[in-house]
Nanobody, 127 residues
Framework: QVQLVESGGGLVQAGGSLRLSCAASGRTFSSYAMGWFRQAPGKEREFVACINWSGGSTDYADSVKGRFTISRDNAKNTGHLQMNSLKPEDTAVYYC????????????????????WGQGTQVTVSS
């Protein structure tokens, strides 16, 4: 089992940027694919972005494509989500999660396929 801790959330004005981090401990981080999800009040948790073990393959939700960038540093057991041009509708609790990289391309946008989750970090974008 791998333990995950998110950080970097906060309050930002529309058009601003934030960089979220996900620190992993426990099992070998590089053997996992990583995803970011978010959940706004009264809404279901939704997929934001994911990245395979090497960082060579990424996927983004249409709503964030071109504004967010997912990355990872396996040597530091850390993943990141760079969020630019933030909008009020990006307001949510953001979670990082990991899953076995073996089946990365299968159901990578479905949260039920991720085994370990962080506690979440709040992102609030004011208009």
């Amino acid at each position: 089992q791998v333990q995950l801790v998110e950080s970097g959330g906060g309050l930002v004005q529309a058009g601003g940027s934030l960089r979220l981090s996900c620190a992993a401990s426990g099992r070998t981080f590089s053997s996992y694919a990583m995803g970011w999800f978010r959940q706004a009040p009264g809404k279901e948790r939704e997929f934001v972005a994911c990245i395979n073990w090497s960082g060579g393959s990424t996927d983004y939700a249409d709503s964030v494509k071109g504004r967010f960038t997912i990355s990872r540093d396996n040597a530091k057991n850390t993943g990141h989500l760079q969020m630019n041009s933030l909008k009020p509708e990006d307001t949510a609790v953001y979670y990082c999660a990991v899953r076995s990289d073996t089946y990365y391309r299968i159901g990578r946008r479905w949260d039920k396929n991720y085994n370990s989750w962080g506690q979440g970090t709040q992102v609030t974008v004011s208009s």
